[in-house]
């Protein structure tokens, strides 16, 4: 792949990340619609296309790709993504998100035997601190139940790209996670079907982050992923809260405050330190 068609796919799928935020906000904060609604469109709609991409590249494994854990994962990180975006901004909650992702990954990777060097160990510090930062009491705190359900849907989204470290075929087997997953959405629907609303413009967002910033943003992903490498896929994605900010400062009228700011810094360039210095083993 050419290094301009490489960054221009990169900076499609950084943007497609940061629309997902962007999107369910917007659909939430207007009550355009239900937080359960929104998850089982997502879902649908991101398992649709996924499906017709797998298939259309030839892949038998299409419809059976997957299992049942990871579906379950990818669940409990739609829904909890979903509740979390009543309660928080978009910069913040995709900081939150992003913080609790590579934290469960960074998890994982010590429980396995890896080492950390001490830059990385001090990295690791600075982003624990940032979010504390973030976090303290006070009139820019965020919602604490946004906050938890927020960094729950991070660790799930964690558990789910751990989970699928080992696939032969990423987007056979993303597809079938997404429908495996529709079974989880419709019980929601059903348990919160007293409270399920929508109008046309929570339908059109809800469709639009399935479709397009979730089923096509993760196919570019995977055709990406290949070229830029573990660490630079790393990197990259610290691009994605300050796209979330500034989408979502343009679009959604939200304000960058300055704990926010500070927070970010801290706990974007603390994941930096753990993610682009090579580990010792």
Do not use: K
């Amino acid at each position: 792949m050419s290094p301009r068609r490489l960054a221009g796919l990169t900076a499609a799928v950084l943007a497609a990340f940061a629309g997902n935020s962007l999107l369910c906000r917007w659909a939430l904060q207007g009550a355009h619609i239900d937080p359960a609604g929104f998850t089982a469109i997502r879902l649908g709609s991101g398992a649709l296309v996924l499906w017709l991409l797998a298939r259309m590249r030839g892949s038998g494994a299409a419809a059976g790709g997957g299992d049942w854990g990871s579906a379950l994962a990818l669940f409990a990180y739609a829904a909890a993504f979903s509740y979390a975006f009543m309660h928080v901004a978009v910069a913040t909650g995709t900081l939150l998100l992003f913080a609790a992702v590579q934290a469960s990954m960074l998890a994982a990777a010590l429980w396995a035997g890896q080492r950390l060097a001490i830059g990385q160990w001090a990295g690791f510090a600075l982003a624990i601190a940032g979010l504390v930062v973030m976090l303290l009491p006070g009139l820019s705190a965020p919602s604490p139940a946004g906050a938890v359900l927020m960094l729950v849907a991070g660790a799930a989204w964690g558990a789910y790209s751990l989970g699928g470290r080992g696939s032969r075929d990423p987007l056979a087997d993303t597809a079938g996670n997404f429908v495996r997953a529709l079974p989880f959405a419709l019980a929601l629907l059903v348990a919160m079907a007293t409270r399920l609303h929508a109008d046309a413009t929570g339908i059109a967002l809800a469709l639009l982050s399935g479709a397009v910033t979730s089923g096509l943003g993760y196919a570019l992903w995977y055709a990406v992923l290949p070229s830029l490498g573990a660490t630079r896929a790393a990197g990259v994605q610290l691009g994605v809260p300050p796209a979330a900010a500034v989408a979502g400062i343009l679009l959604l009228d939200e304000a960058l405050d300055a704990r926010l700011l500070v927070a970010s810094v801290m706990i974007l360039g603390g994941i930096a330190l753990v993610s682009l210095r090579p580990r010792r083993v």
